[in-house]
């Protein structure tokens, strides 16, 4: 037997295309199959079609009482464990009216003893309160009944099945039974649907190798499916109407680029939320921005160029012998501010600002620098988000980042990443020795990199789009000799980069992502290694001067071009730069050693009080312990 209803309009829907696809699959199954079990994106909307180019928003039950009214369904019924069973009703129909026809129907086939409907106090909505089992039982008499077609959707089922096992065993055995027994009334059966947002909320047995049970997945719009609703949405700002077509179809594409991952209802808020927020259609990206960041204004378009050039002296003294990897790193941040980052892409995307991949020897100013970049964009070194991947090196230690699936322990904490990100995503995210995390997190980052987006243990949504991702690594060093010049070290570390992402890890995708901001730090030579010995022994009198009053000097300091043989810091330098293994860090280890401890020493002796001065005239070796020699 043919399907009955109304045709015409049922080809118009199927043709349409901005119907879902989940629809075309049901419609396709619908005489054969008695039960459908729909999960996913199922408290989504979606547009139906109305012809013309115009369309109707509706939710997943709505469509699908619409849809099925035109395949000629009459009656409609919604179960959900807290409201019982309630009467649906097709858009076109008067709610009145329709509640009395239906609950005429249920009587005249004896429904109404097993529940017994009531209208609300206008007479509209009619409801009857049932427990779940009642429920069931009430479905597998409606489907066995042949008077007409009818339609029973079940909703809310989360929490039906606890580690595998139902709460209602007895209840969902006998929707097993009747889903076999069921016949087709006419041409279709009287079908029972289920909606599910996790597939797994039903229980497993239930839908395995039954023939009579259609699964059908709910996905999240699709690039083309956000781009049609696009061409129908942006239809709602006036000054979209006076775009010519090129304006029209660029404006569209923007918008379907940066509402990936989002649901239908959110594109459809994004274009409500446009007007008060006194965006013209061709800000659909700015849109998409706020919605999903919660951030009203563009912190990137704030940032004072004044202020990043004046940065530029701060980090060069902060930061000694890098010139190279500061160009490299500022030209990165520069065409972020100037919003350049990917132009050379067609369109514009919701990557990271920046992405930034510091290799190089240990201690030579890699974190430094991360934090000068902070402090440049921020005016504070320790707004950066840092994360010591050692930590990371176990397989399931993602889960720290993204935080745990639903179930597991931790769930309720969320991740450190996703959650830091949500708070502050304007920031600078450093990942320092990114080689020590474990391949899975890797994953994480391809992610990260790729679409500027990564997705919480609870499924939630977190966007980089405003932020600089830092990688800090030692990779390539191996090969290096302390005395390689600058372009030998750089080609040395970026062949070791390319061989652990592409040999190692087999993961050339995320080598491809990184691309050319890779930024190589060079050896500490030996005059750089005085520089930075002289700001830390600045840094050390400075700190006696401000926290305890105490105003030291110290001879050969500052030092000229060659500090005078016997000073005092002619002896630092000698001890602290003959081993520059480990960098500026190895310079601050030594000086601790050689002037940190002896000076507190000297200062304890010398019961030195808040306002008092003094000169470090010498520094010598009594046997194996340095002994700092004060005068006043």
Not at 141 to 163: P, S, V, W
Request: proline share 5%; aromatic share 10%.
């Amino acid at each position: 037997m043919e399907p009955t209803g109304q045709p015409e309009k049922v080809q118009r829907l199927l043709s349409d295309p901005a119907t879902p696809r989940w629809l075309k699959e049901l419609d396709r199954f619908l005489p054969i199959k008695s039960h459908f079990v729909l999960h996913g994106n199922i408290r989504d909307r979606h547009p139906f079609a109305l012809g013309g180019g115009q369309y109707d928003m509706c939710s997943t039950q709505e469509l699908l009482v619409d849809f099925l009214a035109l395949r000629g369904f009459e009656y409609f019924f919604t179960v959900n464990p807290v409201q019982g069973v309630t009467v649906l009703m097709p858009s076109d129909q008067e709610r009145k009216k329709y509640g009395e026809r239906t609950n005429a129907w249920v009587q005249k086939t004896g429904l109404d003893k097993l529940v017994q409907f009531e209208p609300d106090a206008k007479g509209n909505l009619w409801r009857a309160a049932a427990s779940f089992p009642l429920a069931v039982e009430f479905a597998e008499a409606a489907a066995h009944n042949k008077d007409a077609r009818c339609a029973i959707f079940f909703g809310y089922l989360m929490g039906q099945t606890e580690q595998g096992q139902s709460k209602h065993t007895d209840s969902f055995v006998r929707s097993l039974i009747f889903s076999y027994e069921a016949k087709p009334a006419g041409a279709y059966y009287n079908t029972v649907i289920w909606l599910c947002d996790r597939e797994n909320d039903l229980p497993a047995w239930f839908t395995l190798n039954n023939p009579r049970i259609r699964s059908v997945a709910l996905a999240k719009p699709d690039s083309r499916m956000r781009t049609l609703a696009g061409e129908f949405l942006l239809t709602n700002l006036p000054d979209f109407a006076k775009f010519d077509a090129d304006q029209k179809r660029k404006t569209v594409d923007e918008f379907s680029l940066h509402t990936d991952g989002l649901l239908m209802s959110d594109l459809e808020a994004i274009v409500r939320f446009m007007p008060p927020q006194q965006l013209e259609a061709t800000e659909v990206a700015e849109a998409a921005r706020r919605y999903k960041l919660g951030v009203t204004e563009d912190p990137w378009r704030r940032i004072d160029k004044n202020k990043i050039h004046e940065a530029e002296q701060l980090i060069r003294k902060r930061v000694k012998g890098q010139e190279p990897a500061i160009v490299k790193s500022l030209d990165i941040i520069r065409r972020a501010i100037v919003g350049l980052a990917g132009a050379q892409a067609a369109r514009t995307s919701g990557k990271p600002k920046g992405v930034l991949f510091f290799a190089g020897p240990t201690g030579v100013g890699k974190t430094e620098l991360a934090k000068s970049i902070t402090e440049a964009l921020f005016g504070d070194e320790t707004a950066y988000i840092r994360f010591d991947m050692s930590e990371f090196n176990h397989e399931h230690s993602d889960q720290r980042l993204i935080g745990a699936p639903p179930g597991y322990v931790g769930f309720d904490a969320g991740g450190e990443l996703t959650s830091a990100i949500r708070e502050r995503p304007f920031s600078v995210v450093l990942f320092d020795e990114i080689e020590k995390a474990h391949g899975r997190i890797l994953d994480k980052f391809l992610q990260i990199l790729d679409d500027g987006q990564l997705t919480s243990g609870k499924g939630e949504r977190v966007y980089f789009s405003d932020a600089v991702i830092v990688f800090t690594s030692n990779l390539g060093m191996g090969a290096a000799e302390p005395g390689d010049d600058y372009s030998t070290l750089a080609h040395k570390v970026r062949q070791g980069v390319t061989s652990y992402f592409k040999e190692k890890l087999n993961r050339p995708e995320l080598l491809n992502r990184i691309g050319d901001n890779i930024v190589v730090f060079d050896f500490i030579r030996p005059e750089v290694a005085i520089e930075i010995l002289s700001k830390m022994t600045g840094n050390i009198l400075e700190r006696l001067r401000e926290t305890q009053q105490i105003y030291l000097t110290l001879s050969g300091f500052p030092p000229g071009r060659a500090p005078a043989a016997d000073s005092a810091f002619s002896f630092l330098a000698d001890r602290c730069t003959s081993d520059l293994t480990n960098g500026g860090r190895g310079i601050g280890n030594m000086l601790e050693s050689y002037l940190i401890n002896p000076l507190s020493r000297a200062i304890w002796e010398a019961n030195l009080r808040a306002g008092d001065a003094a000169r470090i005239e010498r520094i010598r070796m009594d046997g194996a312990t340095p002994v700092v020699e004060l005068s006043r």
